[in-house]
């Protein structure tokens, strides 16, 4: 089987003689960081019929489930990865005209 390296894994290999095991309460620290963001907290949220329906219908356009879907939404959110497209086109339009 030929298998090809992404990007990431290519990275990885170059610096992996940089990389030093880590033990003792650091390597605890990790775990507990790790594990506390893998667990996943029930909610209830209140949400009008017509959103929950275009997210429903978004969701299985993108092959996810729909609470998958909001999951993924909001970690963007709190994160700061998520972009409005109407202020990304302006920006994008400032920098057009710049050049």
């Known amino acids: 089987?030929?298998?090809e390296l992404t990007s990431e894994e290519k990275m990885i290999e170059k610096n992996a003689g940089?990389?030093?095991?880590?033990s003792g309460a650091k390597r605890e620290k990790i775990e507990k960081?790790?594990?506390k963001a893998a667990?996943?907290?029930a909610i209830s949220l209140r949400i009008s019929e017509v959103d929950l329906e275009m997210i429903r219908t978004r969701a299985e356009q993108e092959g996810l489930p729909y609470q998958t879907l909001i999951n993924m939404v909001l970690h963007?959110?709190?994160t700061g990865e998520l972009f409005d497209r109407t202020e990304l086109m302006k920006?994008?339009?400032?920098?057009?005209k710049a050049v």
């Open 33 to 35: 960081i790790i594990t």
């Open 91 to 96: 920006i994008l339009a400032i920098l057009k």
């Open 39 to 41: 667990k996943n907290k």
């Open 18 to 22: 940089h990389l030093r095991s880590v």
């Open 1 to 3: 089987m030929n298998y």
């Open 76 to 78: 963007k959110y709190v």
